[in-house]
Nanobody, 126 residues
Framework: QVQLVESGGGFVQAGGSLRLSCAAS????????MGWYRQAPGKQRELLTT???????MYTYSVKGRFTISRDNAKNTVYLQMNSLKPEDTAVYYC????????????????????WGQGTQVTVSS
């Protein structure tokens, strides 16, 4: 059973920084792309940034230059460094893994898709 667990959220003043982590656990052989999303109250969940297993990244315009995604493949962990935070960054932040290759109990490999973490709250005060 694969699980993604986020950590690092909290309360920060505008202009401050936070670093989120998302660790995947279970019988994981590899993870394809991982990403960070957020959902503010009354709004749809939005994609912020993704990173492939090879390290290629993309950012949505609203966070480019302020947020940095990185990953440690050996630890099956993805990070989100958030700088110059604004009140409009307040949201629940979720990590996602789009394709995970898992090792089954009988030693075979199987693809599993679209795993999400439970979310971590980020609150930025003005």
């Amino acid at each position: 059973q694969v699980q993604l667990v986020e950590s690092g959220g909290g309360f920060v003043q505008a202009g401050g920084s936070l670093r989120l982590s998302c660790a995947a656990s279970g019988s994981i052989f590899s993870i394809n792309a991982m990403g960070w999303y957020r959902q503010a109250p009354g709004k749809q969940r939005e994609l912020l940034t993704t990173i492939t297993s090879g390290g290629s990244t993309m950012y949505t315009y609203s966070v480019k230059g302020r947020f940095t995604i990185s990953r440690d493949n050996a630890k099956n962990t993805v990070y989100l460094q958030m700088n110059s935070l604004k009140p409009e960054d307040t949201a629940v932040y979720y990590c996602n893994a789009d394709l995970i290759t898992v090792v089954t109990d009988d030693g075979l490999m199987r693809y599993e898709y679209d795993y999400w973490g439970q979310g971590t709250q980020v609150t930025v005060s003005s």
